[in-house]
T-cell receptor, first 113, second 111 residues
Framework: DAGVIQSPRHEVTEMGQEVTLRCKPI?????LFWYRQTMMRGLELLIY????????DSGMPEDRFSAKMPNASFSTLKIQPSEPRDSAVYFC???????????FGDGTRLSIL | RKEVEQDPGPFNVPEGATVAFNCTYS??????FFWYRQDCRKEPKLLMS?????NEDGRFTAQLNRASQYISLLIRDSKLSDSATYLC????????????WGLGTSLAVNP
């Protein structure tokens, strides 16, 4: 069975550039989550969707970050403009419901120079 | 008080040892509890759900103590492959029902 699929696996870019991360959730899962993980702050929830609708975006750091889920099988997280402090591993996860076990993608390792 | 708290460790134990981690949570109305495992530079993976009656999966036992608001994970006969970070996850019993993650407890099992 296909799990959560994220792309790209790695991204290195210069500050000021736009970065777009992509996620395909597990088919049939109704909830999708975007996380950021750093050594200092651990795993932070940025935003989550339920049935393609954003429910809680209180974790989105600032207006430079935006996320969309145009349909049940695709979501994007965009950073524009990117800054060095955005460097982290970004995970996408999906689940049947917001309080059910989540399945994670392999993550995108983002480095902003 | 943080919503979910864990001792970051690291816990260094020899092979074959028994080790236990606790995780405290602040919201007494929380109803879903999980333990995840995360290997270095990998994604978190579900280890086990935690049920009110406690549950066991091989060498792993999870317990819930609602009165004191903590969950525990016990690992018996630890293996080198158990070395990882163990993340405690608790649902936030609010309107949006999201899960809250602890920062994790690091375990190193030594030969």
């Amino acid at each position: 069975d296909a799990g959560v699929i994220q792309s790209p696996r790695h991204e290195v870019t210069e500050m000021g550039q736009e970065v777009t991360l992509r996620c395909k959730p597990i088919s049939g899962h109704n909830s999708l989550f975007w996380y950021r993980q750093t050594m200092m702050r651990g795993l932070e929830l940025l935003i989550y969707f339920n049935n393609n609708v954003p429910i809680d975006d209180s974790g989105m750091p600032e207006d430079r970050f935006s996320a969309k889920m145009p349909n049940a099988s695709f979501s994007t997280l965009k950073i524009q403009p990117s800054e060095p402090r955005d460097s982290a591993v970004y995970f996408c996860a999906s689940s049947w419901a917001p309080n059910q076990p989540q399945h994670f993608g392999d993550g995108t390792r983002l480095s902003i120079l | 008080r943080k919503e979910v708290e864990q001792d970051p460790g690291p816990f260094n134990v020899p092979e074959g040892a028994t080790v236990a981690f606790n995780c405290t949570y602040s919201n007494s109305a929380s109803q879903s509890f999980f333990w995840y495992r995360q290997d270095c530079r990998k994604e978190p993976k579900l280890l086990m759900s935690v049920y009110s009656s406690g549950n066991e999966d091989g060498r792993f036992t999870a317990q819930l103590n609602r009165a004191s608001q903590y969950i525990s994970l016990l690992i018996r006969d630890s293996k080198l492959s158990d070395s990882a970070t163990y993340l405690c996850v608790v649902n936030f019993a609010g309107n949006n029902r999201k899960l809250i993650w602890g920062l994790g407890t690091s375990l190193a099992v030594n030969p």
